[in-house]
Nanobody
Framework: QVQLVESGGGLVQAGGSLRLSCAAS????????MGWFRQAPGKEREFVAA????????YYADFVKGRFTISRVNAKNTVYLQMNSLKLEDTAVYYC???????????????WGQGTQVTVSS
């Protein structure tokens, strides 16, 4: 069992940056792959990025490649999402997730945080 708490969301102008953090409870953080998803109003939740247990490999949705970076510090039980060059369409609730059941790219993950709102304004 792991509990996830996201932070770092807020209001930012288009072109700006934000860094999201996700703190995990428990001593087994390093055994979980971690991911970030987002859900905009009226849309389904979608994959944003994922990182393997050691941080050796990362995966991104095409719409964030080159703009977002996922990273983790296992000693701090924390995963990050650095978001640069933000666009209006990045506005969504961003969720942290742990331990994918199968593919990183779908929403079948075991554990979820409560989400943090990111709003990009013009």
């Amino acid at each position: 069992q792991v509990q996830l708490v996201e932070s770092g969301g807020g209001l930012v102008q288009a072109g700006g940056s934000l860094r999201l953090s996700c703190a995990a409870s428990g001593r087994t953080f390093s055994t979980y792959a971690m991911g970030w998803f987002r859900q905009a109003p009226g849309k389904e939740r979608e994959f944003v990025a994922a990182i393997t247990r050691t941080g050796g490999s990362t995966y991104y949705a095409d719409f964030v490649k080159g703009r977002f970076t996922i990273s983790r510090v296992n000693a701090k039980n924390t995963v990050y999402l650095q978001m640069n060059s933000l666009k209006l369409e990045d506005t969504a609730v961003y969720y942290c997730a742990a331990d994918p059941l199968s593919s990183y790219y779908n929403t079948g993950w075991n554990y979820w945080g409560q989400g943090t709102q990111v709003t990009v304004s013009s």
